[in-house]
């Protein structure tokens, strides 16, 4: 199994809901990580997970909160967002974190299209 | 600080010539450079990387990519353009110091019938 998954496709929210996206990958990789992808712009990084402990978070606003329950999942809750928020979530994957194995490409999903209302 | 560089928003070439698509990069150490393409709607997908060795690198679906030190350049190649080469495509470097993948701000590559 080569690939990354992720659900839902697509998600609309009000900015009072509570909802959750999910990312799975069973190709043994121990880095995870969330990208948001505005419409014609490059991914930017969210939160990086290595080992199931969070090792980079850029900066990003509490409403998102990621959660690795284990070493093939990878959770991203959220909360009280904001119109702005809409974008493409990315889910990545890659073998290692460590120094000598930053070479590794990462391994993507098709991403979650968030629409918040 | 790592950065690459995509001076092109947009390419266009016509199917059956090749295509180029510039990159350049800057880093403090050894480059790790990959090519990332995105169809529309669709997450990213891994073309090929350069880290070591041959300075021509071959990858997925015909691309290759020429690693330049002189020039800092890791532009991305393909002998004949096919129309569903048409996409979104990012250079990106990796920065060894931490995890992170730095990406350009991408090139929309157009191939005309």
């Known amino acids: 199994d080569t690939e990354v998954t992720q659900t839902p496709k697509h998600l609309v929210m009000g900015m009072t809901n509570k909802k959750s996206l999910k990312c799975e990958q069973h190709?043994?990789?121990?880095?995870m990580y969330w990208y948001k992808q505005k419409a014609k712009k490059p991914p930017e990084l969210m939160f990086v997970?290595?080992?199931?402990?969070?090792?980079i978070n850029e900066s990003v606003p509490s409403r998102f909160s990621p959660e690795c329950p284990n070493s093939s999942l990878l959770n991203l809750h959220l909360h009280a967002l904001q119109p702005e928020d809409s974008a493409l979530y990315l889910c990545?994957?890659?073998?290692?974190?460590?120094?000598?194995?930053?070479?590794?490409?990462?391994?993507f999903g098709p991403g979650t299209r968030l629409t918040v209302l | 600080a790592q950065s690459v560089a995509q001076p092109e928003d947009q390419v266009n070439v016509a199917e059956g010539n090749p295509l180029t698509v510039k990159c350049t990069y800057s880093?403090?150490?050894?480059?790790?450079l990959f090519w990332y393409v995105q169809y529309p709607n669709r997450g990213l997908q891994f073309l090929l990387k350069?880290?070591?060795?041959?300075?021509l690198v071959k990858g997925s679906y015909g691309f290759e990519a020429e690693f330049n030190k002189s020039q800092t350049s890791f532009h991305l190649k393909k002998p004949s353009a096919l129309v569903s080469d048409s996409a979104l495509y990012f250079c990106?470097?990796?920065?060894?110091?931490?995890?992170?993948?730095?990406f350009g701000k991408g090139t929309r590559l157009h191939i005309l019938p």
């Open positions: 990106a470097v990796r920065d060894s110091e931490d995890d992170k993948i730095i």
């Open positions: 880093v403090s150490g050894n480059p790790y």
């Open positions: 990545a994957s890659s073998l290692s974190t460590s120094g000598r194995s930053s070479y590794n490409e990462q391994f």
């Open positions: 190709m043994g990789h121990r880095a």
């Open positions: 997970y290595s080992y199931e402990k969070l090792s």
């Open positions: 350069y880290i070591t060795g041959d300075n």
